[in-house]
T-cell receptor, first 117, second 112 residues
Framework: GAVVSQHPSRVICKSGTSVKIECRSL??????MFWYRQFPKQSLMLMAT?????????EQGVEKDKFLINHASLTLSTLTVTSAHPEDSSFYIC?????????????FGPGTRLLVL | KQEVTQIPAALSVPEGENLVLNCSFT??????LQWFRQDPGKGLTSLLL?????REQTSGRLNASLDKSSGRSTLYIAASQPGDSATYLC???????????FGEGTQLTVNP
């Protein structure tokens, strides 16, 4: 099946710094990628939909100036957490949509664990 | 707004048992439904994808059914093994290629 990678897998940073997380589709092109956040013992909550070559669509309650999304190519989307604070500590997971063959399938990355001190 | 509920929240069974995980959703106008497995601290592994026109999908010891009209899906695991221990998530997609709405998961423990 298709593979989606995320980098880094784990990051620890000081409060106030910015952190960039990369999501790559390794063997297919993805015009759409999704960014989710998962707090401990909770389910995945969609943060934003990332469309190649256009602005991301953010879910209600997600600050677009704090969570910057860039989808500059068909295989890469980045999420930058700006001026991170301890409450941003979470597990961030991306997914990429493979539209080949007319069957829309989402493939998920392995996630990035962010800890803000 | 679509809401997805999974019951039970946690389940502990002895090895070898057959078990059923339940998922319900409030808006029956879905495009597809997917079951995932998540190991602690890891990403998601897709188990089964059921299109809205389908009633069930099978993969090995797993069988997922979908009753769209009643807003329900079940994941049946036959002859459970300790390696099946994980959190199982149900998610619905409302249009082709749209975002997924997830349930809160069922944490399964299979005891040897």
């Amino acid at each position: 099946g298709a593979v989606v990678s995320q980098h880094p897998s784990r990051v620890i940073c000081k409060s106030g710094t910015s952190v960039k997380i990369e999501c790559r589709s390794l063997d297919f092109q993805a015009t759409t990628m999704f960014w989710y956040r998962q707090f401990p013992k909770q389910s995945l909550m969609l943060m934003a939909t990332s469309n190649e070559g256009s602005k991301a669509t953010y879910e209600q309650g997600v600050e677009k100036d704090k969570f910057l999304i860039n989808h500059a190519s068909l295989t890469l989307s980045t999420l930058t957490v700006t001026s991170a604070h301890p409450e941003d500590s979470s597990f961030y997971i991306c997914s990429a949509r493979d539209s080949a063959g007319g069957l829309e399938t989402q493939y998920f990355g392995p996630g990035t664990r962010l800890l803000v001190l | 707004k679509q809401e997805v509920t999974q019951i039970p929240a946690a389940l502990s069974v002895p090895e070898g048992e057959n078990l059923v995980l339940n998922c319900s959703f409030t808006d029956s106008a879905i495009y597809n439904l997917q079951w995932f497995r998540q190991d602690p601290g890891k990403g998601l592994t897709s188990l089964l994808l059921i299109q809205s026109s389908q009633r069930e999908q099978t993969s090995g010891r797993l069988n997922a059914s979908l009753d769209k009209s009643s807003g329900r899906s079940t994941l049946y695991i036959a002859a459970s093994q300790p390696g099946d221990s994980a959190t199982y998530l149900c998610a619905v997609g409302e249009t082709s290629g749209s975002r997924l709405t997830f349930g809160e998961g069922t944490q399964l423990t299979v005891n040897p």
